[in-house]
Nanobody, 119 residues
Framework: QVQLVESGGGLVQAGGSLRLSCAAS??????MGWFRQAPGKEREFVAR????????YYSDSVKGRFTISRDNAKNTVYLQMNSLKPEDTAVYYC??????????????WGQGTQVTVSS
């Protein structure tokens, strides 16, 4: 089993920045990432990073504004969010899993952290 603990959410004005952290404990995972869910909307993918190679992938809506990174020694992944927009307001969830046959399997979720961007 893997436990994911997020931190770093909060309230920020449009154009501002926040950094989310997600610390993993337990079993080894192959990738970690972030999803988000806005009120009344489905949960959507934001970004992911593979643990060994550090390869990253972003949704088009955040590309160029958000940066995902990892600290292997701390088993922690970060999401640096810059140029925030009101439409980035959501609960952000950390996620992790294995890579099987080239596919990303999602096995674990964090509890979520609220990000609110005011206009």
């Amino acid at each position: 089993q893997v436990q994911l603990v997020e931190s770093g959410g909060g309230l920020v004005q449009a154009g501002g920045s926040l950094r989310l952290s997600c610390a993993a404990s337990g079993r080894t995972v192959s990738w970690m990432g972030w999803f988000r869910q806005a009120p009344g909307k489905e949960r959507e993918f934001v970004a992911r990073i593979t643990w060994n190679s550090g390869t990253t992938y972003y949704s088009d809506s955040v590309k160029g504004r958000f940066t995902i990174s990892r600290d292997n020694a701390k088993n922690t992944v970060y999401l640096q969010m810059n140029s925030l927009k009101p439409e980035d307001t959501a609960v952000y969830y950390c996620a992790a899993g294995k890579i099987l046959l080239g596919g990303f399997q999602l096995d674990y979720w964090g509890q979520g952290t609220q990000v609110t961007v005011s206009s």
